[in-house]
């Protein structure tokens, strides 16, 4: 069974930084891309961000070039998103998840809440 | 990068046909075939339905199809059933990044 579970959400000030990780198992996480995929409170789907199964090529959404970074470790089966200069509106429940372009499988999601 | 637009509601009857529309340019949609579509219930992950314009991952019934004409894709749930409320995205490869829809609120009555 596919498994995609995200941590490291949370609250954090403005300009603050949060590193999310996405622990993965039952496929063989290495020979495919992977994505984060954002939905603020109350709103629809966002694409963030995609990396290659090698992390050689990685894509980010404007909105976040630059204060975003994707990365993987596949000796570790996992995903990450490392967020800098954290806005309001970054907040939303961050999805990762199994695909570069087909979203096949969704892990359930880690808020995060960009307040003072 | 704006977000394909969609409808923001459709409804029908059970058993009943509805389609969504999606509607991107020739950047987007109408350049690629990489069009897909998920299904979110409240408070759940998004589930994909449709993949690459018109087809369906195992265990999505037959019920949902997928086209697409030019800078439009769509999305057809025949036969509705209750559990097919729910919202509705489309995704399309845009050329190294990704842009969803707007969203649809499917009713049935």
């Known amino acids: 069974e596919v498994q995609l579970v995200e941590s490291g959400g949370g609250l954090v000030q403005p300009g603050g930084s949060l590193r999310l990780s996405c622990a993965t198992s039952?496929?063989?996480?290495?020979?495919?891309?992977m994505s984060w995929v954002r939905q603020a409170p109350g709103k629809g789907l966002e694409w963030v961000a995609n990396?290659?199964?090698?992390?050689?090529?990685?894509n980010h959404v404007d909105s976040v070039k630059g204060r975003f970074t994707i990365s993987r470790d596949n000796a570790k089966n996992s995903l990450y998103l490392q967020m800098n200069s954290l806005r309001a509106e970054d907040t939303a429940v961050y999805y990762c998840?199994?695909?570069?372009?087909?979203?096949?499988?969704w892990g359930q999601g880690t808020l995060v809440t960009v307040s003072s | 990068q704006s977000a394909l637009t969609q409808p923001p509601s459709a409804s029908g009857s059970p058993g009943q046909s509805v389609t969504i529309s999606c509607t991107g340019t020739s950047s987007d949609v109408g350049g690629y075939n990489y069009v897909s579509w998920y299904q979110q219930h409240p408070g759940k992950a998004p589930k994909l339905m449709i993949y690459?314009?018109?087809k369906r991952p195992s265990g999505v019934p037959d019920r949902f199809s997928g086209s697409k004409s030019g800078n439009t894709a769509s999305l057809t749930v025949s036969g509705l059933q209750a559990e097919d409320e729910a919202d509705y995205y489309c995704n399309s490869y845009a050329g190294s990044n990704n842009v969803f829809g707007t969203g649809t609120k499917v009713t049935v009555l």
């Open positions: 039952g496929f063989i996480f290495s020979t495919g891309w």
């Open positions: 690459e314009v018109s």
């Open positions: 998840v199994r695909g570069g372009t087909n979203f096949a499988q």
């Open positions: 990396i290659k199964e090698d992390g050689s090529v990685k």
